[in-house]
């Protein structure tokens, strides 16, 4: 990785200090910083209130001009974070022709932090969990809720 | 007396010093000063030399001279107005000049100070000249002077280039000549060289995220490819902005399915074509029209439906004819013949002939990579999930089975245990092919190398157990 890459991941590490996003806690390794941990709060207003979600951020050695990769640690029945033991991510910014260079993680954590509130139906990555979301709310929020309880307390 | 006014004078002097500080006394007479007054208008003004029109955003500076006679305030001052070259033409200068008197004639003396800020608003709006005709010997002075001040200018400017977040001063900073965004060299550069360096030429545009946006969500865009004559402004080097030049036609030509190549094996250069101009300078080309996320259908859609079907079997004469824009040879297009002449009958001809080389690299696609189901382009994939969207064509498609997915909803496939080889595997194998050091897997091809390696392992060791029998 450049010298520029890991500077600019220290600025933003430094701008994410400065004004955290509420809900938000930022664990940063300076011997590796190309890895995040970042702890998450389900929102208030969202399915997942009470939750609280680790997920791991991965700068990619041509960082800022790449995207950085996003998986959830913690299990989460969502339509857009692949249900299996990684936990992925692929939509919107975190797409490789999507990301711009300016993009900053903020951004992206933004992004999922809505994505809780509410899934983006028409680019999930699990079609029959978004199918339930659309078709069947209440059985929905009842999984949902209950991966909270089972897995992210 | 004498005194008395020419502590008045020196007085006037003081006060416009005080607004103006580059206002100059004249080192041989204290009792007349100059000043250079900036000349940017407010949009580009267009000159025309010789019927052509130069918009020009900096003008050389007006320059103001006053002289405070003896008498002053009770004489009126001497004012003269001028440009260096003469670009403002003499009825504009003497009107100018005119209205310090007209000013004085009104509210006596003590009024410079509004003259001057008078003739720096007018100076905004060219002093009331929406166009300008000059003759063409003050043409390379005038746009060198506006080039040289925008630079300048923008050289003390201070930006934060949004790629390294940091301050960065004008000096080392570039403004895209489209859209004018600002970023500093060094990002730029080591962007667009390692887009180039990875063959990804349809990002070679503007990094900005208002760039390219679209007002209805992320599925069209419609920014624009950086022009070669750009890349080397940036400054690019030239090898690479070359590079990107010919992948950019390379492509073209390779999804246009109208070209045919060169039979040499040594040489494979396309069919001459006037679609396609070979490149000669790089830095003559400022074409930016090329639609970066332009589907290659499109090309192809837009070619003749005849030139197309000129290379069925049965076309007859001169419209078999191809030339090799790279060696020259001229050839038939159906049998790949050198030129028969436009009598002869010919067939068409299996082009297969290909030398040990080729072959051992068309060996290695074949076993190691999934093909796009629209265009054929080989992949690989680096990391990832399994549904591929075809960098060429832009078709969605699934790495495991090189199935063709629906582009409203290419998960399905993986969510259907219908589709037993590809249920649930969605994230199989994420990173990337290449992920142990070694080729885990080469795509639907490498699968079926594997079927033939196991199958062929399941008949060897029956022979052995026949033979352990017999």
Redesign the interface.
């Known amino acids: 990785m450049s010298a520029g890459a890991k500077k600019r991941i220290m600025r933003e590490y430094g701008e994410c200090l400065a004004d955290t996003p509420p809900g938000m806690k930022i664990n940063f390794d300076e011997q590796n910083m190309t890895k995040w941990e970042v702890l998450l709060d389900g929102p208030d207003q969202s399915y997942y209130a009470g939750g609280h979600f680790k997920l791991e951020i991965n700068f990619p050695n041509e960082y800022p001009f790449k995207p950085p990769v996003v998986a959830f640690k913690t299990k989460i029945y969502h339509p857009n974070v692949s249900n299996d033991d990684k936990g992925s991510m692929c939509l919107g910014l975190l797409r490789p022709d999507e990301w711009k260079p300016p993009n900053k993680v903020v951004a992206v954590l933004r992004l999922i932090q809505t994505l809780l509130i509410e899934p983006n139906i028409d680019d999930a990555i699990e079609p029959s969990i978004a199918n339930e979301y659309k078709e069947n709310r209440k059985e929905f929020e009842k999984s949902a809720k209950d991966w909270v309880k089972r897995y992210a307390k | 007396m004498a005194h008395q006014e020419s502590e008045e004078r020196a007085e006037e002097w003081a006060v416009l010093q005080a607004i103006y500080p580059e206002l100059e006394i004249d080192p041989g007479n204290p009792f007349a000063a100059h000043m250079e007054l900036m000349v940017k208008p407010s949009t580009p003004l267009p000159v025309t030399f010789e019927q052509v029109v130069e918009r020009l955003a900096y003008l050389p500076p007006l320059h103001l001279h006053i002289t405070l006679p003896v008498g002053y305030p009770e004489a009126p001052p001497s004012v003269t107005v001028s440009t260096v070259p003469s670009w403002l033409p003499p009825d504009v200068t003497a009107k100018l000049a005119n209205q310090a008197l007209l000013l004085w004639e009104e509210y006596g003396g003590g009024q410079l100070f509004t003259y001057i800020s008078h003739l720096q608003e007018a100076a905004e709006t060219t002093f009331g000249l929406s166009e300008l005709t000059l003759p063409s010997d003050l043409k390379p002075d005038l746009l060198a002077y506006s080039i040289r001040t925008k630079r300048e200018l923008f050289d003390k400017e201070t930006f934060e280039c ?5 301050p960065k001063k004008g000096s080392v900073c570039y403004r895209m000549q489209r859209c004018n965004h600002v970023f500093c060299i ?2 730029l550069q ?2 667009y060289n ?2 180039i360096k990875e063959g990804d030429v349809n ?1 070679v545009k503007c ?3 208002d760039c390219g946006q679209s007002a209805h969500g ?1 599925s069209k865009k419609k920014d624009r490819l950086i022009s070669p004559k750009e890349l080397l402004q940036i400054p690019i080097s030239i090898d690479n902005v070359d590079r990107y030049a010919k992948i950019k036609r390379k492509k073209k030509i390779e999804a246009d399915p109208t070209i045919i190549y060169c039979p040499r094996s040594w040489c494979q250069g396309a069919m001459r074509t006037k679609k396609y101009p070979k490149i000669t300078n790089v830095s003559e080309m400022d074409e930016s029209d090329s639609e970066a996320d332009e589907p290659v259908a499109e090309v192809a859609e837009s070619q003749d439906v005849a030139a197309f079907e000129k290379r069925r079997v049965g076309i007859t004469g001169m419209d078999r004819l191809a030339v090799c824009e790279d060696c020259n040879l001229a050839f038939c297009q159906i049998c790949l013949a050198s030129w028969h002449g436009d009598f002869v009958r010919c067939e068409p001809r299996d082009s297969a002939q290909l030398t040990e080389e080729d072959q051992a690299s068309l060996n290695f696609i074949m076993k190691n990579c999934s093909p796009c189901p629209t265009c054929s382009v080989p992949c690989q994939k680096s990391h ?2 399994n549904h591929m ?1 075809c960098f060429q064509c832009k078709s969605h498609f699934c790495y495991l089975c090189a199935a063709w997915l629906r582009p409203e ?1 290419p ?2 496939h993986f ?1 259907n245990p219908k589709n037993k080889g590809c249920y649930q595997r ?2 199989d194998m ?1 990173e990337g092919d290449m992920a142990q050091g070694d080729i885990q897997f080469g795509g639907r091809r490498g699968a079926e190398q594997i079927a033939d390696f196991w199958e062929q392992e399941a008949m060897r060791i029956q022979m052995e157990i026949n033979e352990l029998d017999s």
């Not at chain 2, 949004?162 to 940091?166: A, D, G, N």
Request: glycine share 4%; with cysteine.
């Open positions: 949004e790629v390294c977040l940091e060094a990002c080591d962007y390692n887009c990002n990094m900005s995220v992320s990832g999930c969207t909803n998960y399905e969510n969605l994230m994420a």
